[in-house]
Structures are given as C-alpha cells and as structure tokens.
C-alpha cells in the first residue's frame, strides 16, 4: 500500500487507534533507518511470553505481511518459578495458532554450566545468549531480535552507573550490535501496553518482575517514579544523553578501531607487546573492548571484566583464561579469542 493512503488511513482512525497505528510507523522507520531487518533473513525472536516479546512477536507477523522474511522463536526455561511450564505451554501455543516454528529449552537441558560472575540476572542473560546463538546457528539465522524498549534503555543507563562501567557503557544498548538486533528502543512500555489492551492480546506475567530483590526491580519501581516527580522531564533528557553517549561512542569507536587494526593481524590475533606499549590505561581498555566485539562473542560490559583481561594479558606466565563460554590464549605475545570446551560438569 502506497505511503499517502497508509497515512489517510491512520488520520481517519480514532485517536488512541491512531497514537497505536503511528506506534508500527515508527518501529517500520526504526528498523528501516538501522538496517535491522532485511528482505528474505531469518530472525530469531527470543520470546519470553511477557508483554514486550508478545507485543513484538505481533510486531513482526505484521511486518512480514509488507516484508518477506522467516522468524523462528526461542524460548529458555529458567526454571526459577513453578509457573515457568505455563510460559513455555503459552509461547508453543502462541506460535502453533500462527503457524511459526519455536524452540524450548529448560536451562538445566544445555550442555553447559555457567559461573556466576555477577548478578542472578546476569547468569540467566548469559544462558539466554548460549541458548539463543545456538538456534541461530541451527537455522542459519541473520540475527536474534530482542523485545528491550525505551523504559529498559533508561534502567540500563541506570544500572551501569551504579554498578560503574566505561563510556561504552553508559552508551547502553545499541539497535544492532553483534548478533542482536532490538526494534522497541524508541517504543515506550506503556505504548505496548496499550497495544496490547486495545487488542485483546494476552501475555505471560512474571512475578519476579516485583520484587526488590534485583536492583532493575527497584530502579524501576522505586527510584525512576521518585524521578519523574521531581522532574518530569527526566526521562526524555537521559534518552537525550543516551544518544550523546551513543554519539561519543561512535567517535572513540572509529579511533580504536584504526588503533586495533595496527596491532592484530588478519585472523583476529592480538600483538600484546604492542597493546601495553600503548602509553593510555583508557585507550589500552578501548582498544580490548573493541577485540571483544570484533571476535563477535557475548559478554557483559564492565571495567572489572576489562581489567581482568589486560591483568592476564600482562602475566608472562599464564597461557589461557576462560570467560563462560569463550576463552583467550596467549602465546609468544600473541594473544587469540576462542570459544571454550563446554562440560556440563563444570
């Protein structure tokens, strides 16, 4: 349908039918505009049955109708709640009514144990990432589609720097990065909601989303209404500060990776006299941040994670350090990025 009468068409409906309508312009001008989807890819949508992966599962069947491409879901089991077999009954059944292929796992059926290095949620983000590379692979999928939207963005921000992170992370989460892509990053929560009300459409909900016991919990229930009232503009000016960040980002970037080229040859290996010649701690950081990216592995951004590797990288005497699933070897100064040998026993 031509542009002018999709516009007749949402000026003529009602005005919540019409915020919704201007809703999937939006996303269709995001995607567009970051290159997220392409004409006959394959995506995998990690779909949670909560309300954001439904509203975006929805999101795509309606793209696909204007855009021909295939989109397999993926749907891990934490088996935290004993509610969790209801999820996977609700995701299966979501995708049999609209004939789309989906993928369940429980996490205690991967062929890998992850040490927690951190927060619970940040050992389920990373079986999640295991979980989801894996059925990219099995269909030789472009890319994995996350449901994160514009209220996660502001948490993130939020999150990294109580915890402390570098400037990349503070630039929080990008449209496409490595493997993923996130089409609601401009969406706000509410407007899902809203969607979803409008059509009747039901979802999963997830208690622990509740309690306070994660610290997202309590940003998002506690800290960020406490903001909003003494400013109500405090959201809008952080995603503006977000962008700045991203735009910061995107400069230092194109200056490591002219640095980074310099110092690694063409499979990827790193020249580690070369990196602790470099006189600046931050560039040292950068230039490691970008070899991570480039080796196209899943990691969570931090200075601690960063460090670590500049620490091994520095002892003559070690040869090898693993991070979960992947892991650096090093030898005669040259330094590599591999995935790790996965035992379930360990």
Not at 22 to 39: A, G, R, T, V, Y
Not at 103 to 123: A, N, T
Not at 327 to 339: E, T, Y
Request: with cysteine.
């Amino acid at each position: 349908m031509p542009s002018y009468f999709c516009n007749i068409l949402i000026l003529s409906l009602p005005l919540k039918l019409k915020n919704l309508a201007m809703s999937f312009k939006k996303i269709e001008d995001f995607i567009i505009k970051h290159n997220l989807i392409e004409q006959d890819s394959t995506i995998i949508l990690g779909l949670s049955g909560g309300p954001d992966s439904v509203f975006l599962f929805h999101f795509l069947l309606y793209l696909k109708t204007k855009l021909p491409f295939i989109f397999i879901c993926a749907h891990l089991d934490h088996e935290w709640r004993k509610e969790s077999r209801e999820d996977v009954e609700f995701c299966r059944n979501l995708c049999k009514i609209h004939s789309i292929v989906v993928e369940c796992k429980k996490i205690s059926e991967l062929p890998i144990k992850i040490k927690s290095r951190g927060s619970k949620e940040d050992v389920a983000r990373n079986y999640r990432r295991f979980f989801f590379e894996k059925i990219k692979k099995k269909y030789g999928a472009h890319a994995i589609a996350v449901a994160h939207n514009q209220d996660d963005q502001v948490e993130t921000f939020f999150i990294r720097l109580i915890r402390g992170t570098t400037v990349s992370g503070l630039s929080c989460m990008h449209p496409l990065q490595n493997n993923y892509v996130r089409p609601l990053l401009e969406t706000s929560k509410q407007t899902i909601l809203d969607y979803l009300k409008e059509k009747h459409l039901t979802y999963r909900f997830d208690a622990t989303n509740l309690s306070r016991d994660y610290l997202r919990n309590r940003i998002r229930l506690d800290f960020l209404p406490s903001l909003q009232k003494i400013d109500a503009r405090s959201k809008k000016n952080i995603l503006k500060t977000i962008d700045s960040m991203q735009q910061i980002e995107a400069l230092i970037k194109g200056t490591t990776r002219a640095m980074l080229s310099k110092i690694t040859d063409k499979n990827n290996t790193l020249n580690v006299k070369a990196l602790l010649a470099l006189d600046d701690i931050f560039l040292q950081r950068r230039v490691i941040l970008e070899w991570l990216y480039f080796s196209q592995i899943s990691f969570n951004i931090s200075t601690k994670l960063i460090d670590e590797i500049l620490r091994f990288l520095d002892n003559k005497k070690s040869t090898s350090h693993q991070f979960n699933t992947w892991k650096i070897s090093k030898k005669k100064f040259q330094a590599s990025i591999v995935k790790a040998s996965i035992n379930p026993h360990h």
